[in-house]
């Protein structure tokens, strides 16, 4: 068990710090060692997520869930998957079937753990980047994330604002109805939380579901810029950290 956790461990500090060549090879030993771990696997499977190997990863979330089907992570992990799958077909800008499947993980893992900021916010923004191919959907979608301001608010507020993720979640409530200033300010004030060796990999991951919004049209154009500027925000902060570790 101490050679597993130390494996896992690991994998966890190398993929925090973006270096997910050496973090596959600790949490492929983990697997290895312990099959019948479901966090084991759900952690390879973001790891391999982010190396961009989305099939293997999709296998790794299935043993995963396989092994407990009620971690709220583990669907919420799923749920990311497959909108990156979705992100990458062809011919279109999304698979809206895959996309779908990925909004219905979200709340699947909404529903294990209620009031999860993560999980609603993720769910909302992909209602309405649905909201392209079922337009009469938007004004619900554009009504939730703006009802989950408050949750995300309070979370952020719990937390003594020392949470990045749930200054990350507040910032897209904002962003994505139009509240461009203050949805800025929150992800700024969110970067600033995240340690240099860890906001390429915090920040990859909060940059791309803002990128969907600029390949379809479900945004007025102040809102379009204010999302354009956040991911420009984001990528600044990526190659100065870059900048400092050389």
């Known amino acids: ?16 710090a973006a270096d997910y060549p050496a973090a596959l090879d600790e949490l492929q030993a983990v697997v290895s060692l312990k099959p019948d771990w479901a966090a084991g696997w759900r952690q390879l499977g973001v790891t391999l997520s982010k190396s961009e190997y989305l099939a293997d990863a999709v296998q790794a979330f299935q043993h995963a869930v396989e092994l407990d089907a009620s971690d709220a992570e583990t669907w919420a992990t799923v749920g990311g ?12 800008a999304f698979d809206w079937a895959i ?37 009469e959907t938007r004004p619900a979608a554009l009504a939730n994330l703006r ?26 409530t904002l962003l994505l109805t139009g509240r461009v200033d203050d949805g800025l300010a929150e992800l700024r004030a969110g970067i600033e939380l995240i340690d240099v060796t860890r906001r390429e990999s915090y920040l990859t991951s909060v940059i791309g579901p803002l990128r969907d919004f600029l390949t379809v049209d479900v945004l007025d154009e102040p809102t379009t810029a204010g999302v354009r500027e956040a991911i420009e925000i984001g990528e600044r902060a990526i190659a100065a950290a870059r900048s400092s570790a050389i």
């Open 1 to 16: 068990v101490g050679c597993v956790q130390a494996h896992y461990q690991l994998g966890l500090r190398l993929q925090n």
């Open 81 to 92: 998957v497959r909108r990156r799958l979705a992100r990458s077909s062809e011919g279109s």
């Open 99 to 135: 996309l779908r499947e990925a909004r219905d993980a979200y709340r699947r893992a909404s529903h294990l753990r209620s009031n999860d900021t993560y999980s609603l916010v993720n769910a909302a923004r992909l209602e309405l980047l649905l909201s392209e191919v079922e337009p």
């Open 147 to 172: 009802r989950l301001e408050n949750l995300a608010r309070y979370e952020a507020d719990s937390r003594d604002r020392c949470d990045p993720w749930k200054l990350f979640d507040l910032a897209d």
